[in-house]
């Protein structure tokens, strides 16, 4: 089971990025993606999910209206739509899979490795 970030980088204040979370090793269209982050230095904190089928989706309210969330299961593949990016907004992002009910709460039954999202002033 393999869940991998990328498309992270360092843009200006402003900027925007697309991040990616790629799957392999299990039936990616079973399961809720999230992305979460997490700065240094400050736990990690929920950022947007989207259901099985794509139908469902939820952001936290730091996000909403400049964040998009995406999936295309024929790839085996979740988009995170990062735009008017702020300095706060630097951060580890991670995708993870599981149930979506859980997605909120972190509690997810598979996790990647982070793409590093810098945003300068």
């Known amino acids: 089971v393999q869940l991998q970030a990328s498309g992270g980088g360092m843009v200006q204040a402003g900027g925007s990025l697309r991040l990616s979370c790629a799957n392999s090793?299990?039936?990616?269209?079973?399961?809720?993606i999230g992305w979460f982050r997490q700065a240094p230095g400050k736990d990690r904190e929920f950022v947007a999910a989207?259901?099985?089928?794509?139908?469902?989706?939820n952001y936290s309210d730091f996000v909403k209206g400049r964040f998009a969330i995406s999936r295309d299961n024929a790839k085996n593949t979740v988009y995170l739509q990062m735009m008017s990016l702020k300095p706060e907004d630097t951060a580890v992002y991670y995708c993870?899979?599981?149930?979506?009910?859980?997605?909120?709460?972190?509690?997810?039954?598979?996790w990647g490795k982070g793409t590093l999202v810098t945003v300068s002033s």
């Open positions: 090793g299990f039936l990616f269209d079973d399961y809720a």
């Open positions: 989207i259901s099985w089928r794509g139908i469902s989706t």
């Open positions: 993870a899979a599981g149930g979506y009910a859980n997605v909120r709460a972190g509690d997810m039954d598979y």
